[in-house]
T-cell receptor
Framework: KQEVTQIPAALSVPEGENLVLNCSFTDSAIYNLQWFRQDPGKGLTSLLL?????REQTSGRLNASLDKSSGRSTLYIAASQPGDSATYLC????????????FGGGTRLMVKP | EPEVTQTPSHQVTQMGQEVILRCVPISNHLYFYWYRQILGQKVEFLVSFYNNEISEKSEIFDDQFSVERPDGSNFTLKIRSTKLEDSAMYFC???????????FGPGTRLTVL
């Protein structure tokens, strides 16, 4: 059974700092990995999708990497801003027809002005 | 920009009552999903739906749950006889193809009293 873990559970940084969020998964037989942002009481906003054949994806100040063989992904946020404060979730899609996503518990990020 | 919509945003019901949660997926998407998030816990997969049938379902999705695509735009989740432990945020998602990015709606907060 796939297990997804995110470390740290919470992170507080001053504005402008570069930071790295970690995600690990136990079963490397994945289709893809997706990073989401969740604001309190709100839905999930997709940030980046990395297919299993890819090593990284970039969108603006965000860069996500994937090392499938070791079961790890990182989300790098450059020059953090207070508006980046949210919970960041990673989720892996299993390599089967149902395409269910298995989620980690998230990293709650606070960027202080 | 196309988005997944869900109604209602908040539903309060009495234990034992039936509820129907509604979703309008993105129009050209073919795969539809329901997830739920109990307060303070991980997002959990419930069911995936493609070509008018269930592709995969989790252990949570027992006989009390059902899904339907009653017309060309709506996708519904029915809980036949609600329990206290069904209280959660329910998210609908859709994707163009099974291996593509999943886009989530804003969620329906279900409170069972």
């Amino acid at each position: 059974k796939q297990e997804v873990t995110q470390i740290p559970a919470a992170l507080s940084v001053p504005e402008g700092e570069n930071l790295v969020l970690n995600c690990s998964f136990t079963d490397s037989a994945i289709y893809n990995l997706q990073w989401f942002r969740q604001d309190p009481g709100k839905g999930l906003t997709s940030l980046l999708l990395i297919q299993s054949s890819q090593r990284e994806q970039t969108s603006g100040r965000l860069n996500a990497s994937l090392d499938k063989s070791s079961g790890r992904s990182t989300l790098y946020i450059a020059a953090s801003q207070p508006g980046d404060s949210a919970t960041y979730l990673c989720a892996v899609a299993r390599n089967n027809a149902g395409n269910m996503l298995t989620f980690g518990g998230g990293t709650r990020l606070m960027v202080k002005p | 920009e196309p988005e997944v919509t869900q109604t209602p945003s908040h539903q309060v019901t009495q234990m034992g009552q039936e509820v129907i949660l509604r979703c309008v997926p993105i129009s050209n998407h073919l795969y539809f999903y329901w997830y739920r998030q109990i307060l303070g816990q991980k997002v959990e997969f419930l069911v995936s739906f493609y070509n008018n049938e269930i592709s995969e379902k989790s252990e949570i999705f027992d006989d009390q749950f059902s899904v339907e695509r009653p017309d060309g735009s709506n996708f519904t989740l029915k809980i036949r006889s609600t329990k206290l432990e069904d209280s959660a945020m329910y998210f609908c998602a859709s994707s163009e193809q099974g291996i593509n990015e999943q886009f989530f709606g804003p969620g329906t907060r279900l409170t069972v009293l």
